[in-house]
């Protein structure tokens, strides 16, 4: 069975710091992974998605997120924290052979001056 | 183009009651996704549609919760007998085959 594990479910870095959210997975067969966001008062947008082409996958507002299937690892990075990248992030996989779709308990991410 | 839309926005019930979310799936997407968000808590899975398949019901907290796809388009999620429990946003969700999914804004369900 398919599930997510994002350790953290709060994270709170300096502007200007790194940013680094972890995800774990577990899936029966290699799976399709995303992270979304989900920003104050607002609905889910995705962030980025892995669907086994290359292993880092960037997305939008520069982050990115590397596929390792030896840690079943999905961490999501960006090298730079701005303010507004305060919001709640979400992994999720789904298995590539169905559409069912397991997310995270989510992270929230807060952001300092 | 039009994204996934959701009503109402908010539903206030009393306890006991039934409730009807509607989401409206983006056009020519062949699944359709509830979802639940409790305060705090990330995006518990309720139900998905795909396509002409049985849907897949193994989220459904119990046999209050019900959905129905009409058409492969609009869904409709009810919520029977209402607990204070069930308060919670309702997130629908579409996507088209093996892409991402496209969330609505939700449905605030309160339960008084």
């Known amino acids: 069975a398919q599930s997510v594990t994002q350790l953290g479910s709060h994270v709170s870095v300096s502007e200007g710091a790194l940013v680094l959210l972890r995800c774990n997975y577990s899936?029966?067969?290699?799976?399709?992974l995303f992270w979304y966001v989900q920003y104050p008062n607002q609905g889910l947008q995705l962030l980025l998605k892995?669907?086994?082409?290359?292993?880092l996958v960037k997305g939008i507002n520069g982050f990115e997120a590397e596929f390792k299937k030896s840690e079943t690892s999905f961490h999501l990075t960006k090298p730079s924290a701005h303010m507004s990248d305060a919001a709640e992030y979400f992994c999720a996989v789904r298995d590539t052979g169905g559409f069912k779709t397991i997310f995270g308990a989510g992270t929230r991410l807060f952001v300092k001056a | 183009g039009a994204g996934v839309s959701q009503s109402p926005s908010n539903k206030v019930t009393e306890k006991g009651k039934d409730v009807e979310l509607r989401c409206d799936p983006i056009?020519?997407?062949?699944?359709l996704y509830w979802y639940r968000q409790s305060l705090g808590q990330g995006l518990e899975f309720l139900i998905y549609f795909q396509g002409n398949s049985a849907p897949d019901k193994s989220g459904l907290p119990s046999d209050r919760f019900s959905a129905e796809r009409t058409g492969g388009s609009v869904s409709t999620l009810t919520i029977q007998r209402t607990q204070q429990e069930d308060s919670a946003v309702y997130l629908c969700?579409?996507?088209?085959?093996?892409?991402?999914?496209?969330f609505g804004p939700g449905t605030r369900l309160t339960v008084l």
């Open positions: 892995y669907t086994s082409a290359a292993t």
């Open positions: 899936s029966s067969v290699p799976p399709y």
């Open positions: 969700a579409s996507s088209p085959y093996e892409g991402e999914q496209f």
């Open positions: 056009s020519g997407h062949t699944a």
